[in-house]
C-alpha cells in the first residue's frame, strides 16, 4: 500500500483550521465527513479513520453524537486502525466503554505531558517523543475512566492524555494545531474563562513553543505507519 486511505470524522462544526490541519498532518487519502451534520462513512473499508476535536460534550443527547459513537464502537469492533484527537479521543473511551466526565474546570495553552513510565508502547505511537513533551491542550471535559483493557499512554496533572485499545488511540491534546489556531481557538473562550487567563495563553503562543511541540507531531507518522502495518502486515513498516 503506498499511500493509506482514511475517513476524516470532522466534529469541529466546519471550523477551517480543522480540516487543514489534519490535511496537512496525515500523509493518507483523506475522505472527509461533517459528522455534526449526520454525515457518517457507508463502509469500513478504510485502512483507518481520524476523528477529529470539537466543541461538543460526548454526553450530549444529540442524535449525530451517539450516531458517531456506534460507528466508532463497530469500527473498532471491525478492528480498523483508529486515532481520536481531544474530542476525538473522548468520543474512543466512550465507544470502547470508558467514561467521560465535566473537569469543573478549563485546562488550555501549551502544557507538558508524560508518558507512563513502564508503558509499553509496543504500537509505537509515541515513537521519537521525549518521555514528558509539549503539547497545546484545550478542554473542559475528561476521560475520567478508561475503558475495560485499555492502557494508560501519557498523562499530566489533569488526567488521561493518551490510551490505546486494540486497534483504537486515543490523544486529549491537539498536535495538529499550528499558531494561528491555538490562537484564534484561545480568543474563542471569551465569555467562558477570565479575560486575564486568556491574555496569559495568547502571550504563551511562542515560536519557541510552537518549534517544541512540533515534536508531538510525529505521532500522526507514527498512526499512518502503523495502519499501513495493520494493513499490509509488519514488512510493510520496513519498506
Same mark, same amino acid.
Given at each position: 500500500?503506498?499511500?493509506?486511505?482514511?475517513?476524516?470524522?470532522?466534529?469541529?462544526?466546519?471550523?477551517?483550521?480543522?480540516?487543514?490541519?489534519?490535511?496537512?498532518?496525515?500523509?493518507?487519502?483523506?475522505?472527509?465527513?461533517?459528522?455534526?451534520?449526520?454525515?457518517?462513512?457507508?463502509?469500513?473499508?478504510?485502512?483507518?479513520?481520524?476523528?477529529?476535536?470539537?466543541?461538543?460534550?460526548?454526553?450530549?443527547?444529540?442524535?449525530?453524537?451517539?450516531?458517531?459513537? #456506534?460507528?466508532? !464502537?463497530?469500527?473498532? *469492533?471491525?478492528?480498523?486502525?483508529? @486515532?481520536? /484527537?481531544?474530542?476525538?479521543?473522548? %468520543? =474512543?473511551?466512550?465507544?470502547?466503554?470508558?467514561?467521560?466526565?465535566?473537569?469543573?474546570?478549563?485546562?488550555?495553552?501549551?502544557?507538558?505531558?508524560?508518558?507512563?513510565?513502564?508503558?509499553?508502547?509496543?504500537?509505537?505511537?509515541?515513537?521519537?517523543?521525549?518521555?514528558?513533551?509539549?503539547?497545546?491542550?484545550?478542554?473542559?471535559?475528561?476521560?475520567?475512566?478508561?475503558?475495560?483493557?485499555?492502557?494508560?499512554?501519557?498523562?499530566?496533572?489533569?488526567?488521561?492524555?493518551?490510551?490505546?485499545?486494540?486497534?483504537?488511540?486515543?490523544?486529549?491534546?491537539?498536535?495538529?494545531?499550528?499558531? #494561528?489556531?491555538? !490562537?484564534?481557538?484561545? *480568543?474563542?473562550?471569551?465569555?467562558? @474563562?477570565? /479575560?486575564?487567563?486568556?491574555?496569559? %495563553? =495568547?502571550?504563551?503562543?511562542?515560536?519557541?513553543?510552537?518549534?517544541?511541540?512540533?515534536?508531538?507531531?510525529?505521532?500522526?507518522?507514527?498512526?499512518?505507519?502503523?495502519?499501513?502495518?495493520?494493513?499490509?502486515?509488519?514488512?510493510?513498516?520496513?519498506?
Amino acid at each position: 500500500m503506498d499511500r493509506p486511505r482514511f475517513a476524516l470524522l470532522d466534529a469541529s462544526h466546519g471550523e477551517t483550521h480543522t480540516r487543514r490541519n489534519f490535511r496537512r498532518e496525515l500523509d493518507a487519502a483523506l475522505a472527509e465527513f461533517d459528522v455534526t451534520e449526520g454525515e457518517l462513512p457507508s463502509t469500513y473499508d478504510y485502512d483507518g479513520a481520524v476523528i477529529t476535536g470539537s466543541r461538543a460534550s460526548v454526553y450530549w443527547d444529540e442524535p449525530w453524537i451517539g450516531s458517531l459513537v #456506534d460507528w466508532t !464502537a463497530e469500527a473498532a *469492533r471491525r478492528e480498523l486502525p483508529l @486515532l481520536g /484527537v481531544c474530542y476525538g479521543h473522548q %468520543v =474512543l473511551a466512550e465507544a470502547l466503554g470508558g467514561h467521560v466526565a465535566g473537569m469543573g474546570e478549563y485546562e488550555i495553552g501549551y502544557r507538558e505531558v508524560r508518558r507512563v513510565d513502564g508503558t509499553a508502547d509496543d504500537a509505537g505511537l509515541f515513537a521519537g517523543i521525549s518521555d514528558s513533551f509539549t503539547v497545546f491542550t484545550t478542554h473542559s471535559d475528561h476521560v475520567a475512566e478508561l475503558p475495560p483493557g485499555a492502557t494508560l499512554l501519557a498523562e499530566n496533572e489533569y488526567g488521561v492524555h493518551a490510551f490505546r485499545k486494540g486497534h483504537a488511540f486515543g490523544v486529549q491534546f491537539h498536535p495538529e494545531y499550528d499558531p #494561528d489556531t491555538a !490562537a484564534s481557538v484561545t *480568543r474563542g473562550k471569551d465569555g467562558q @474563562l477570565p /479575560v486575564e487567563r486568556i491574555e496569559a %495563553v =495568547l502571550d504563551g503562543i511562542t515560536d519557541e513553543r510552537y518549534a517544541a511541540a512540533c515534536e508531538a507531531k510525529r505521532l500522526f507518522e507514527n498512526f499512518v505507519d502503523y495502519a499501513r502495518q495493520a494493513h499490509d502486515g509488519p514488512a510493510a513498516a520496513a519498506d
